[in-house]
Structure formats: C-alpha cells, structure tokens
C-alpha cells in the first residue's frame, strides 16, 4: 500500500492563481481530510469528507473548495490565491481509529 | 472553535533527561491523539487516548489523559535524540472525526 500520497510536493502561485491539489489514498477509507499547517503552528482543518459525494467545512473553509467522487480521491481547489494561503497542505484519511497523514505540499503565493 | 494549548512550546534538554509536554483544552473531548512531526513529513500518531483518567505506556513515553476529557499530558523518560521532532496533540469530536490540533512543543535532544 502507498497509503496517502499528495502532488505536487512544491508550488508556487502568483496571486490571483488558481490550482488543485491532489490527494490519493489506497487504504479503501471512507474519512478523508485536508489540514493547513502554517510555520511554527498546529494543523488547522479544512475541509473533511465522510464518504463519496459528501464533504463539509471544517475551522478554514474560506477559500478552498473539495470533491469527493470517488472513495480514493479527495482534491482541494484553491481558486484566487493570496498571499495568506501560503503554507503546507496535509490530506489525511482515517482507518480503525488512525489518522494517516501524507508527506505535504508546500504552496507559497507571491 | 475548539482551542488546544500546548506548553512549552520549545524545549532543548540533554539526553538521559526526562520531560513532559502538556495538552490543555476548555472543551471536552471524546479522544485525544498525540503526534510526532519530523520537519518535511506529516504527522505520525504515537497514541490514542479515550477514556477519562487513562493512561497509556508507549516503551520510554507515557501519555495521560485527564479525569475530565479535557487536558492531556506526555511524558519521555531517559530522552534519546531519536526523540528530537515536533509533538502534537489532536482533540477528536463527533461522529465524523474531527480533530483539533494544539500549536505544538518543539523538542529538541541534544547528544
């Protein structure tokens, strides 16, 4: 199993750009999430899924968008970037009471 | 929104020390998860605790969850610098899982 994996590891946006950030998981998981961690910060919530073609808001919705076609995917779009949405985006799913983390993407807006 | 505050937030000891990081909340919560986070990866859980007053032993840490559901503490004994990283706690509320993370206590183990 690859578990969580996320692409691209590396953008960089100039404001007023919009891009997707993928995220993938293998494990069959019906919990999918999307956390931003700003420097020296905890991780703040997104936006979470509880299962195909159904997602919510979580703390820092403003912004972003998601889909959840398919139980594997779960992409975040990020339309207009500004600068304050620089930082490092974790998707993560939950399987039997573990939250699995994938390696990040580091987004900076210019 | 739920706010979990983590003291210290740094600390720097020498190996052999022993240290413990603290996870306090207002808000109850039905679970609560500590972390480990090395720089440029994403969080690795060390342990879920769900029950009031429960305490769980993982090798050289232990972690506590208070009587009340609400605060949470982890303890290394003899640290190592295989310890080094940024520690977070995670509350979990609701039936969709939804967790809250502390800012985070950023140790460092010096040989």
């Known amino acids: 199993n690859a578990g969580v994996t996320q692409t691209p590891k590396f953008r960089i946006l100039k404001i007023g750009q919009s891009m997707t950030l993928q995220c993938t998981q293998d494990?069959?998981?019906?919990?999918m999430y999307w956390y931003r961690q700003d420097p020296g910060m905890g991780l703040k919530l997104i936006y979470y899924?509880?299962?195909?073609?159904?997602?919510d808001k979580g703390e820092v919705p403003n912004g972003y968008n998601v889909s959840r076609s398919t139980t594997e995917d779960f992409p975040l779009r990020l339309e207009l970037a500004a600068p304050s949405q620089t930082s490092v985006y974790f998707c993560?799913?939950?399987?039997?009471?573990?939250?699995?983390f994938g390696p990040g993407t580091r987004l900076t807006v210019l | 929104t739920q706010l979990l505050e983590q003291s210290p937030q740094f600390l720097s000891i020498q190996e052999g020390e022993n240290l413990t990081v603290y996870c306090n909340s207002s808000?109850?919560?039905?679970?609560l998860q500590w972390y480990r986070q090395e720089p440029g990866e994403g969080p690795v859980l060390l342990v879920t605790?769900?029950?009031?007053?429960e305490v769980k032993k993982l090798k050289r840490l232990t972690f506590q969850f208070g009587d009340a559901r609400k605060d949470s503490s982890l303890h290394i004994t003899a640290a190592q610098p295989g310890d080094t990283g940024l520690y977070l706690c995670?509350?979990?509320?609701?039936?969709?899982?939804?967790?809250?993370f502390g800012s985070g206590t950023k140790l460092n183990v010096k040989p």
């Open positions: 605790v769900v029950t009031g007053g």
């Open positions: 494990m069959n998981h019906n919990y």
């Open positions: 899924s509880v299962g195909a073609g159904i997602t």
């Open positions: 995670a509350g979990g509320e609701g039936l969709f899982n939804k967790f809250y």
């Open positions: 808000s109850v919560f039905s679970s």
């Open positions: 993560a799913s939950i399987g039997l009471d573990t939250q699995y």
